[in-house]
């Protein structure tokens, strides 16, 4: 007998969540070699992954632009996904676009790893947009944008679009929930 696909819906992430939303990015991102630089050690272990949710609420909190949106299973309440997102909606200054990100919270080779990484996506973000208005998917530079490992192994997947729809009509068009989300 087939699994029965969960009916998905889009809500506005509260630092309550941040546990699972840690979960969810350690699960998304299992496999993926830059992940290790970033959490170094036992990434099972409550000490790596206390430490990354410190960090995301802690961009959370101080970066005014930063929303992060999950998806969840509205029949259980389980986080399937999530993605974090950037509204300069004044834009950005030139001191603003010129900080360098630092990883202080890591050291030798893992902080030159994630430095340039992430300065890298912003040299390409500043190409881009500059100082103009724009909304992005979130983090320093680049986009961060999870999707629990389980919820592949439905056969589905969380697609975001390439851009917030614009509008509540363009959102019905797209069959989207509240932030462009839709299950596929």
Known sequence: MAQQKPTLEVLAAQESDIDNLVDV???SFEHDPF????NPGDRSSSTVRKAAGERTLKQWRNDPTCRIMKCVDRDNGHI?????WNFYLEGRSSEERSEPFVADWLEGRNKEIAECFFNTLAAMKEKVWGGKRFIGRGWPGGCLCCVDMRMLTWGDRI????RPPRSSAERRRQGAGSMGYRAV
Do not use: D, I, N
Request: charged share 20%; proline share 12%; net charge negative.
């Open 159 to 162: 697609e975001l679009p390439r």
């Open 25 to 27: 990015e350690f699960s």
């Open 80 to 84: 399937l996904g999530y993605a974090t």
């Open 35 to 38: 992940h290790v630089p970033l």
